[in-house]
């Protein structure tokens, strides 16, 4: 069974940084696609940036230049390094891991509160 941790979410003021992780655990099948989503209050779930196993990370035109997404494939770990935050980046946000074999399948973390506010 596949699980993901997050960690690194809480309250920041507007201008400042945050990092995210999100550790995955179980079977990991080698062609995978790690990344991040969140969640406003009222709003529809949506992409922030996701990155292959092996490949370029996309990003949602929202966060680029401002956040970065990188991950250890040795550690299955994922990060957001998110700098110059802003109020409306304020959200849930959930670490998600798909990954092929025959099929997709798709996991989701928990969530991690990120709240920017002075």
């Known amino acids: 069974q596949v699980q993901l941790v997050e960690s690194g979410g809480g309250l920041v003021q507007p201008g400042g940084s945050l990092r995210l992780s999100c550790a995955a655990s179980?079977?990991?099948?080698?062609?995978?696609?790690m990344g991040w989503y969140r969640q406003a209050t009222g709003k529809q779930r949506e992409l922030v940036a996701t990155?292959?196993?092996?490949?370029?990370?996309n990003y949602s035109d929202s966060v680029k230049g401002r956040f970065t997404i990188s991950r250890d494939n040795a550690k299955n770990t994922v990060y957001l390094q998110m700098n110059s935050l802003k109020p409306e980046d304020t959200a849930v946000y959930y670490c998600?891991?798909?990954?092929?074999?025959?099929?997709?399948?798709?996991?989701w973390g928990q969530g991690t509160q990120v709240t920017v506010s002075s």
């Open positions: 998600n891991l798909r990954m092929y074999q025959d099929t997709w399948y798709n996991y």
């Open positions: 179980g079977s990991i099948f080698s062609i995978n696609v």
């Open positions: 990155l292959r196993s092996s490949g370029r990370p």
